[in-house]
């Protein structure tokens, strides 16, 4: 690796080895995890297997794809909070829930307290780890600004990890929240800010650019409709009026104008795929005002009225995705009173 190095900037990386840990026990789907197993540039394994010159030794411990299970996949957690993995990346997946507002139980955990023999909820996981790692990755739009999860009315009182962390958290390597939204996420995205973060590490790198939301600036500062093959159409005046028309998507309902994404540019895999390109509308999934402001009750003619009347509405987060220890939505408290059936269904899927 050294030689490699060498060839690339005429010397070894300024750290040996990386970890990567990451943790999918938010609300959430694994979806993000899956999607980035079919990144190629670079792939997971280029990285892993060290094909990338520069490059520090990368180790990943994510719970999907390690072949460690229970207390062995465990220990590594356990040895980042030890700080025994220095450095180390910590990767968050799935929405924060809110631990304070019920009386009893958890929303969200992995793995068990060997003290007290009860679940460590991911809140705590992100505690002990958010202070300790050299950069905090939030992967997906759930982990980024709370996602569908976080809806108006959802019982948990999720959020993004910058609501629970707080915007202005800086790692011990004085670097804000990496967040690369998209539900999922787009997977040459991540890997592409993962690759740009290794070379932080090593040193071969600036400081990554980000944007007052915290995404790589190079990944979303150009707008879906910037990119889309069917803006002529648009140009022109030319509009789809049901599914299945070549010509642009606007008046059924695509919000591609105002939603920061490169999914057009890019594709989804080896440059194939992406909403608008294989005629599906822009949802706005990489927003943070996603999913309440983008619901299909203001599609079509009244979504193209909210767009002109405040295009920006994309942008803002909801009130209720915050801290605190009651719930913030208007109308919530009918959906907090939640049947046992329900809590238990929450806690189950997410404990490891």
Request: charged share 20%.
């Amino acid at each position: 690796m050294a030689t490699m190095a060498s060839t690339l900037s005429g010397r070894p990386p300024d750290v040996k080895e990386v970890h990567i840990v990451w943790i999918t026990a938010g609300l959430g789907c694994d979806g993000d995890t899956i999607s980035v197993t079919n990144a190629e540039q670079p792939s997971i394994e280029d990285v892993i297997l060290g094909a990338i010159p520069g490059l520090p030794k990368v180790h990943l411990h994510n719970p999907v794809l390690a072949k460690e299970v229970g207390n062995e996949f465990m220990e590594y957690f356990y040895r980042a909070e030890r700080g025994e993995l220095d450095p180390f990346i910590f990767v968050v997946e799935g929405s924060i829930p809110n631990e304070t507002i019920k009386r009893e139980g958890y929303w969200a955990a992995q793995g068990t307290d060997p003290e007290t023999g009860q679940p460590i909820t991911t809140c705590e996981w992100i505690d002990r780890l958010a202070p300790k790692a050299w950069a905090v990755v939030a992967a997906g739009t759930c982990a980024t600004y709370g996602g569908i999860h976080a809806m108006e009315g959802n019982p948990t009182g999720c959020m993004g990890l910058a609501d629970y962390l707080g915007w202005d958290f800086r790692s011990v390597a004085d670097i804000p929240i990496v967040n690369v939204p998209g539900c999922p996420v787009q997977p040459d995205n991540f890997m592409e800010t993962a690759l740009y973060l290794l070379y932080q590490a090593a040193g071969l790198s600036p400081m990554i650019p980000l944007d007052e939301r915290l995404r790589p600036t190079w990944l979303f500062g150009k707008t879906v409709h910037e990119g889309c093959d069917r803006a002529g159409y648009y140009e022109q005046s030319d509009f789809a009026h049901e599914y299945g028309s070549p010509k642009c998507l606007v008046k059924i309902g695509c919000w591609g104008p105002v939603v920061n994404c490169n999914v057009t540019k890019r594709g989804w895999m080896r440059g194939v795929g992406g909403c608008p390109n294989v005629g599906g509308i822009c949802i706005a999934c990489t927003m943070p005002g996603f999913p309440d402001k983008f619901r299909r009750d203001v599609f079509g003619r009244r979504g193209r009225r909210l767009r002109r009347a405040n295009p920006q509405a994309a942008q803002h987060h909801q009130q209720y995705r915050q801290q605190g220890t009651e719930l913030a939505a208007s109308g919530a408290a009918s959906h907090h009173r939640l049947s046992a059936t329900n809590v238990l269904v929450s806690t189950a899927t997410a404990t490891l």
